[in-house]
């Protein structure tokens, strides 16, 4: 079945440094999304990519689709303290809204 | 708009012990998701309803789980009996087919403890 991973898994990075967490699917997907999980917290929408190659900004963080909708990638500048969590990436299982959720990156930000 | 609201927020029961969670998705809404985390297996979906309708029931692990959705605003997820590997958050989450947009909307989650 459709398999999506992220890596890395866990991330310890120091304040102001950047943050990378890439996502992989064995399908290709008709589209992305991005959620972010706070400890204890329940899974937030950050965004949905559509379109291959897309790139999406939301202040520090950039968004991006692979040209052949199999990858994603979500990196923040100058990581801050706030952006402590789980970030997980989900796809479509098969055009249906059966959504498949990555492995998850927990990024660690020491201040 | 109050959110996807999950009741009990914590559970802690015996094993052999029904287990009754509870969801009320955002109003209008018309997909329903239940989710289970473990730090094992991750985020797994379990099943999700269209319009009260369940289309996919794959995820669910066992006949001992069960869910129904009554009506528009109301889901339950059943566990009978419960075991000690049932222990997970549980969430519910919601989501409004609008065609371009499919974000879901997660509930606080159901925390429970099967001992």
């Known amino acids: 079945g459709q398999q999506v991973m992220q890596i890395p898994q866990y991330q310890h990075v120091q304040e102001g440094e950047d943050f990378t967490t890439y996502c992989n699917s064995s399908t290709t997907l008709s589209n992305i999304q991005w959620y972010k999980q706070r400890p204890g917290g329940h899974p937030v929408f950050l965004i949905q990519?559509?379109?291959?190659?897309e790139v999406k900004k939301q202040k520090r963080l950039t968004f991006q689709f692979g040209e052949a909708k199999k990858n994603s990638s979500l990196h923040i500048t100058a990581t801050q303290t706030t952006d402590v969590g789980t970030y997980f990436c989900a796809g479509p299982w098969a055009g249906t809204y059966k959504y498949i959720f990555g492995t998850g990156t927990r990024l660690k930000v020491l201040a | 708009d109050a959110g996807v609201i999950q009741s009990p927020r914590h559970e802690v029961t015996e094993m052999g012990q029904e287990v009754t969670l509870r969801c009320k998705p955002i109003?209008?809404?018309?997909?329903l998701f239940w989710y289970r985390q473990t730090m094992m297996r991750g985020l797994e979906l379990l099943i999700y309803f269209n319009n009260n309708v369940p289309i996919d029931d794959s995820g669910m692990p066992e006949d001992r789980f069960s869910a129904k959705m009554p009506n528009a605003s109301f889901s339950t997820l059943k566990i009978q009996p419960s075991e000690p590997r049932d222990s997970a958050v549980y969430f519910c989450?919601?989501?409004?087919?609008?065609?371009?947009?499919?974000?879901?909307?997660f509930g606080p989650g159901t925390r429970l403890t099967v001992t």
């Open positions: 990519l559509v379109k291959s190659g």
């Open positions: 989450a919601s989501s409004l087919d609008t065609g371009w947009n499919y974000e879901q909307y």
């Open positions: 109003s209008g809404h018309d997909y």
